[in-house]
């Protein structure tokens, strides 16, 4: 099970960070996404990390402001997210996916479990 959270109301410029839970003991075993759904839009890719942590991969929308980040000891992956934009408020989504590979996973289908969405309102 995955559950995210750290979700909220900003202002265009701060700062907020997600957190997701996984519970279970195979959570060094997933690559972890991040996913967000606008109001009337598709489902994007927004980050994914490898089970190290070493390899990260980030949409051009938000590369050089947000950050994926993960804590195996803690079962937790984190989105630090900065700069945030009007254009950023979605609703946060987390995902799983056993396997390795983080390049070229971009796709809601790559992802094999989803955790609740966590609400992120930036105002301008």
């Known amino acids: 099970q995955l559950q995210a959270y750290g979700g909220g109301l900003a202002q265009a410029g701060a700062s907020q960070r997600l957190s997701c839970t996984a519970s279970?003991?195979?959570?060094?075993?997933?690559?972890m996404g991040w996913f967000r759904q606008a109001p009337g839009k598709e489902r994007e890719f927004v980050a994914a990390i490898d089970w190290s942590g070493g390899n990260t991969n980030h949409a051009e929308s938000v590369k050089g402001r947000f950050t994926v980040s993960r804590d195996n000891a803690e079962n937790t992956v984190y989105l630090q997210m900065s700069s945030l934009k009007p254009e950023d408020t979605a609703v946060y989504y987390c995902a799983a996916r056993l396997g390795m590979v983080v390049a070229g996973k971009t796709k809601a289908v790559d992802y094999h479990y989803w955790g609740k969405g966590t609400l992120v309102t930036v105002s301008s």
């Open positions: 279970g003991r195979a959570f060094s075993s997933y690559v």
